[in-house]
């Protein structure tokens, strides 16, 4: 049954991106405008997610602004929607006339890409991450991580879309597979700042101490590689400006160990993070729950844990 509900959702997803596959870029990107603007009104849960986390991001803002800037991020969750879809029709043209390095962010990738090392491409989900995936396959020749989707038949075809850059995808569990890639001089895209959960440490994000992953630093340090954190965001004139922040390699001899050092490159980037979303409100994907996970439902869980430990125990003979 799970497989018949699958295939049909999948075939449904297909008819209704097609249009895609066809239509001009900027025709991409003002249908993709206009779908998650029909959307809007009923998205009533996502939209207070977003105001909710602008509250505690912006404190010093009114509420004007909030709703303000949450439909404005609606409309950039559109052109993000229209980067994926259309994604698999980018060339080497695209981002020679799309797109615009800011500052001295090319001359930075040239010095890490020549240095004869791995380098880890890192974002956040900020403006178009979609672009930068197939901007590391089709500029950068490199690889990425991804998360695979549960619906099979939709995996499949996301997975083929990606891959249509000439990227090198792995899934989240093969670690050993992307830092042989690492080592060997590759580069590795990662969308860092999901909400790690219990597999996280806390670090400072927006006003509030978010759960984050380890895997993106741990992976740099016992690589050896680069660190480059990337955004990538549309302007009102059609192009993308994409900026690139060189966060250098993890330098454990500054640290007492290893897990200081991780946690700090940690901060680091996430703190560019917060930089550039401070610096571009509407563009960050503020319906994502990334405050889910707190410091105090994890004193809660490593409670119960401990009181489960002492039950054991004290039931050995």
């Known amino acids: 049954m799970k497989t018949i509900t699958d295939f049909l959702a999948y075939a449904l997803i297909r008819a209704a991106v097609f249009p895609f596959s066809v239509l001009p870029y900027d025709a991409c990107l003002a249908l993709g405008r206009g779908l998650v603007a029909l959307l809007f009104p009923i998205a009533r849960k996502h939209r207070k997610i977003a105001e909710e986390n602008l509250k505690h991001a912006f404190p010093d803002r009114d509420e004007l602004w909030r709703k303000v800037t949450v439909r404005a991020h609606f409309r950039c969750l559109g052109m993000m929607v229209a980067d994926a879809l259309y994604g698999p029709r980018l060339n080497d043209q695209f981002f020679q006339e799309r797109v615009i390095f800011e500052g001295d962010s090319k001359a930075i990738e040239q010095r890490a890409a020549s240095s004869g090392t791995g380098v880890v491409l890192m974002c956040g989900h900020l403006g178009s991450w979609e672009l930068l995936v197939q901007y590391t396959g089709r500029v950068m020749k490199g690889g990425g991580i991804y998360k695979p989707i549960s619906n099979r038949f939709v995996d499949a075809w ?75 965001i549309h302007d009102d ?81």
Do not use: C
């Not at 249509?164 to 569990?173: E, K, N, Q, R």
């Not at 806390?202 to 380890?214: C, E, G, K, M, Q």
């Not at 729950?289 to 125990?313: F, G, L, M, S």
């Open 158 to 232: 996301y997975k083929r879309m990606r891959e249509a850059s000439g990227i090198t995808l792995f899934t989240m569990d093969e670690t050993a597979g992307v830092l042989r890639y690492l080592k060997k001089g590759g580069f590795v895209g990662i969308v860092s700042d999901q909400n790690a959960g219990r597999a996280g440490i806390f670090v400072d994000f927006l006003n509030r101490p978010a759960s984050t992953f380890l895997g993106p630093v741990t992976l740099a340090d016992l690589s050896g590689s680069h660190i480059l954190f990337y955004t990538a």
């Open 237 to 317: 004139s059609g192009k993308v400006r994409i900026r690139i922040q060189d966060l250098g390699r993890v330098d454990r001899s500054a640290f007492p160990d290893r897990e200081s050092a991780v946690r700090h490159y940690t901060q680091l980037w996430t703190q560019a993070l917060e930089e550039q979303v401070r610096a571009n409100p509407p563009h960050y994907f503020w319906v994502h729950r990334r405050w889910k996970y707190t410091p105090e439902k994890a004193a809660a869980d490593q409670a119960e844990r401990a009181a489960r430990k002492n039950q054991a125990q004290s039931t050995q003979p």
